[in-house]
């Protein structure tokens, strides 16, 4: 009886201490998780940042690009030309 005893403290004693690591494991990742999303959060934001200034520069260039376009419809077909030529040869490798 006395082993059966010892056996089922071991036992016990060893499933507390599992109890206990899941615990410390539940706790770690629930830290873990809390920090990545904070850092995600951090991050969505800059892109939108981000984003938002590209755009912004987009819009100026597209604005730039038509004022010269207007104003030199010439080298602005030339330009187109030669960007469609190089891209063509680009696609057939």
Avoid: C, W
């Amino acid at each position: 009886m006395s082993t059966e005893k010892a056996t089922k403290a071991t036992i016990h004693s060893a499933a507390d201490k599992l109890h206990n690591g899941i615990n410390v494991a539940d706790e770690k990742l629930d830290d873990a998780v809390d920090a990545f999303s904070t850092r995600l959060a951090s991050l969505e934001g800059r892109l939108r940042e981000y984003g938002e200034q590209f755009l912004s520069s987009a819009k100026d260039v597209s604005k730039t690009a038509r004022k010269h376009a207007t104003t030199h419809p010439l080298a602005a077909f030339g330009v187109a030309f030669i960007a469609g030529v190089t891209v063509a040869r680009l696609l057939r490798r």
